[in-house]
């Protein structure tokens, strides 16, 4: 099992700041990526951006150039730092994890998001 704690979301202006975090515990070691995904009041979830185990990243289009996934190995935790933020990021930004293990086990992890509103 994997848990996944999301923290750091609050009140923002405008193309003010704030930096997401994400700290996993648990069986680790079959996870090969992870990511943020954020979900808008009456809107399907959508994909934020992902971050494999070599550090390869991935980002939406409408993140590109504002948002950037890191990841710290030493303490379990990915990053989302969120710049230039727009009130369409108004959104419960939530954690991910994907495992897959050599004898064909695949499980997602989701932890409990955090609230992310930008308005002034």
């Known amino acids: 099992q994997v848990q996944l704690v999301e923290s750091g979301g609050g009140l923002v202006q405008p193309g003010g700041s704030l930096r997401l975090s994400c700290v996993a515990s648990?069986?680790?070691?079959?996870?090969?990526?992870m990511g943020w995904y954020r979900q808008a009041p009456g809107k399907q979830r959508e994909l934020v951006a992902t971050?494999?185990?070599?550090?390869?990243?991935n980002y939406a289009d409408s993140v590109k150039g504002r948002f950037t996934i890191s990841r710290d190995n030493a303490k379990n935790t990915v990053y989302l730092q969120m710049n230039s933020v727009q009130p369409e990021d108004t959104a419960v930004y939530y954690c991910?994890?994907?495992?897959?293990?050599?004898?064909?086990?695949?499980?997602?992890?989701w932890g409990q998001g955090t609230q992310v509103t930008v308005s002034s």
């Open positions: 991910n994890a994907a495992s897959s293990t050599p004898w064909g086990e695949r499980n997602n992890y």
């Open positions: 648990g069986r680790l070691f079959s996870i090969y990526v």
């Open positions: 971050i494999t185990r070599l550090g390869s990243t």
